[in-house]
């Protein structure tokens, strides 16, 4: 018996996928039990009001009363209720149908039209019976098995519907009609001990077997088929959980928004020019403070300081590109394209300063400051590396600067530095920055204007 497991965790692991394969086979049969009930509910209920509201209705149908179809059907209805609630009850817990109960199943429904051609036979004659619409219904049990997602379910199913019908013509027709199949004059049985009259009857043994042989083919077309459709299933599992894989390990190291874009293009644009608003975040003196420390404690403070930040630059619509040792890169207008990436920033910025000052009322012996720098200008974004390994970043001198820049606020006992481009684009955003004129930035020839925020 397979155990349907929930995932306990955020990664999949490699067999999950036969799992949730299992769960959707089991959707797949409430559904096909579901149907059924809803046809023989239906069939129920139309024949006998047909036999009550429509005169002459009993004369297509001779032998049989309005409470013949409730009776024959009725019994297949409420076994059909009855395995959507034990269906339902193994969903709920988790489990699978044993295979036992699978082709139990399958033997009860797939007797059915059996049932009715007995009664057919017994209150029509075997001619009329054999020619009425019983034999026909095999083939609507035959068509639903392919919801059971088995080859051998299918096939099972047919081969029933195969094997009951040829019993029923071996049972009911004279051993010398099932010879060469020659015609021979009897009085067919109409049940309650009536007769139907002398007729000729044609049927062979080789055309009962035929009709058999069409019932078996058409089981195993029908496995063929319900196979094709768990093998789809079964890679659409692979490809949903390869994809969560994907997207749990890599979303670990990239934002979730890179890698979305990855699973919707493909990989195929791998690269662009882009004007986007760049931001480095630095924690202060944080090497000479892990000194005296263990690297439990230097590692513990710093993921309390990240979660509270990344969270913000989250909230803020940016990402998290890189982290570098204690600092990290953050982009805003890329991957996803943002016309107001600097104001987006600027916000996220004044944020980060409010949640890192809070967050060191929580750890009153390890309080940090952080230092920020800010610029805007175009960058090539985009997927870089070698065949076996890449990432996704940020290239350009706008990171290069960005870098300087931040670098800066030791020098001014700043917090919050933005370049005369990201001040300009913020506007109203930063109308409380102070300027710090045009300053030398090493690496850079020309002086560059900057703005104190904090």
Do not use: C
């Amino acid at each position: 018996m397979t155990v349907i497991t929930a995932h306990s965790g955020p990664a999949l692991g490699p067999h999950d996928y036969k799992h949730a394969l299992a769960r959707e086979t089991l959707l797949s049969e409430r559904m096909r039990a579901l149907a059924l009930s809803v046809i023989l509910g239906v069939m129920s209920v139309a024949l006998t009001v047909s036999f009550v509201a429509i005169p002459g209705f009993g004369e297509i149908m001779p032998g049989m009363k309005a409470w013949t179809a409730l009776t024959n059907y009725g019994p297949f209805f409420l076994y059909e209720l009855v395995m959507i609630v034990f269906i339902n009850r193994r969903l709920a817990r988790s489990q699978d149908l044993p295979v036992a109960v699978r082709y139990f199943s399958a033997f009860m429904e797939t007797s059915l039209p059996s049932v009715i051609l007995l009664s057919h036979v017994n209150k029509m004659g075997i001619t009329s019976a054999f020619g009425f619409y019983a034999p026909f219904f095999y083939s609507i049990f035959i068509i639903l098995s392919t919801l059971r997602l088995s080859f051998w379910l299918a096939s099972f199913t047919g081969a029933v519907a195969a094997a009951q019908m040829l019993a029923i013509a071996f049972i009911y027709l004279p051993a010398a009609t099932m010879g060469m199949g020659s015609p021979m004059g009897r009085e067919i049985p109409m049940g309650d001990g009536m007769t139907m009259g002398t007729q000729n009857v044609q049927f062979s043994l080789g055309y009962h077997l035929t009709r058999s042989a069409a019932l078996l083919a058409a089981g195993i077309t029908a496995g063929w088929v319900a196979i094709r459709l768990r093998h789809q299933f079964e890679a659409t599992m692979q490809a949903v959980a390869a994809r969560d894989r994907v997207t749990n390990l890599f979303g670990q190291h990239v934002a979730p928004q890179v890698v979305d874009q990855l699973l919707a293009t493909g990989g195929e644009k791998t690269s662009e020019i882009r004007r986007i608003a760049v931001m480095f975040v630095d924690i202060r003196d944080f090497t000479a403070a892990a000194q005296n420390r263990t690297p439990h404690d230097v590692v513990s403070r710093l993921d309390d300081a990240f979660t509270v930040m990344v969270d913000v630059i989250d909230s803020h619509g940016g990402v998290v590109n890189k982290f570098l040792g204690d600092g990290f890169l953050a982009i805003f207008g890329a991957p996803i394209r943002d016309d107001r990436a600097t104001l987006r920033a600027v916000a996220a910025g004044r944020e980060m300063l409010d949640v890192v000052e809070k967050s060191n009322a929580g750890h009153p012996d390890w309080p940090i400051r952080i230092g920020i720098g800010l610029h805007v200008g175009d960058a090539v974004t985009g997927i870089v590396g070698s065949p076996r390994r890449k990432e996704y970043t940020v290239i350009g001198d706008t990171v290069n600067l960005t870098s300087r820049i931040e670098s800066l606020n030791k020098e001014f006992g700043s917090q919050f530095l933005l370049s005369d481009a990201a001040h300009t684009e913020a506007g109203e955003q930063a109308s409380d920055a102070r300027p710090l004129g045009n300053i030398e930035v090493r690496g850079y020839d020309k002086l560059i204007s900057l703005w104190q925020l904090a």
